[in-house]
């Protein structure tokens, strides 16, 4: 357990809505990721981080931003939410064995 | 670009029947493999990995070898239980690549029925 802790849980939203979700650790992981799940495509890298302040896009990153100002959060924006970005999000972290642990996901529903 | 594709499912299983899950990857370096499960409701967790060619993970009655001249990565359990029942996931880490994450396959949902 790797101590990731992702807020809200669940979120329904309208269209149109600014949307953050946020990811605790308390592992002091260095490197911390936002995925999105959703059938059919498994899981989706939207944008990940490498230390305080770096960031980087990864594979879905179109309509999101993110932002790491202390090594323990990392926040996912939805600038203004649409009904493609409804899915369950996840957050994960990488330990020193390069092994990715997860949190137990964020579910939103855009209306 | 590195990938992974693995078998579609859902698989349907009886309780203690044998379980193969196929996985094939292609990828420019040289992967570390990984099966990741999640259970309902949950997020993925590792259930084994395999860092090099021949090397065979293990862990909770799951093999997987890393068979490198097939570029595969199968999953295989001799006998199955109702808790088993979840989707699993491959992916591959290609360390030669910008930021290592992992890649990984639509999933398998698996079923066991009692």
């Known amino acids: 357990d790797a101590g990731i802790t992702q807020s809200p849980r669940h979120k329904v939203t309208e269209t149109g809505t600014p949307v953050t979700l946020r990811c605790h650790q308390t592992?002091?992981?260095?490197?911390m990721y936002w995925y999105r799940q959703d059938p059919g495509h498994g899981l989706r890298l939207i944008h990940y981080?490498?230390?305080?302040?770096?960031?980087d896009k990864g594979e879905v990153s179109d309509g999101y931003s993110v932002s790491r100002s202390k090594t323990e959060d990392f926040l996912l924006t939805l600038e203004s939410a649409t009904s493609s970005q409804t899915s369950v999000y996840f957050c994960?972290?990488?330990?020193?064995?390069?092994?990715?642990?997860f949190g137990e996901g964020s579910r939103l529903t855009v209306l | 670009g590195n990938s992974v594709t693995q078998m579609e499912g859902p698989v349907t299983l009886s309780e203690e029947a044998f379980l193969t899950i196929n996985c094939t990857y292609t990828?420019?370096?040289?992967?570390?493999l990984f099966w990741y499960v999640q259970y309902p409701g949950e997020g993925l967790q590792l259930l084994l990995k395999?860092?090099?060619?021949?090397d065979k993970g293990s862990n909770k009655g799951f093999e997987a070898t890393y068979r490198k001249e097939t570029t595969s990565f199968h999953l295989e359990k001799g006998s199955v239980q109702v808790s088993d029942s979840a989707v699993y996931f491959c992916?591959?880490?290609?360390?030669?690549?910008?930021?290592?994450?992992?890649?990984f396959g639509k999933g398998t949902k698996l079923s066991v029925k009692p």
């Open positions: 994960a972290t990488t330990g020193d064995t390069g092994e990715l642990f």
């Open positions: 592992e002091n992981h260095r490197y």
């Open positions: 981080s490498y230390g305080v302040k770096d960031t």
């Open positions: 990828a420019t370096g040289y992967p570390s």
């Open positions: 395999a860092t090099k060619a021949d």
């Open positions: 992916a591959l880490r290609d360390y030669g690549g910008s930021q290592g994450n992992l890649i």
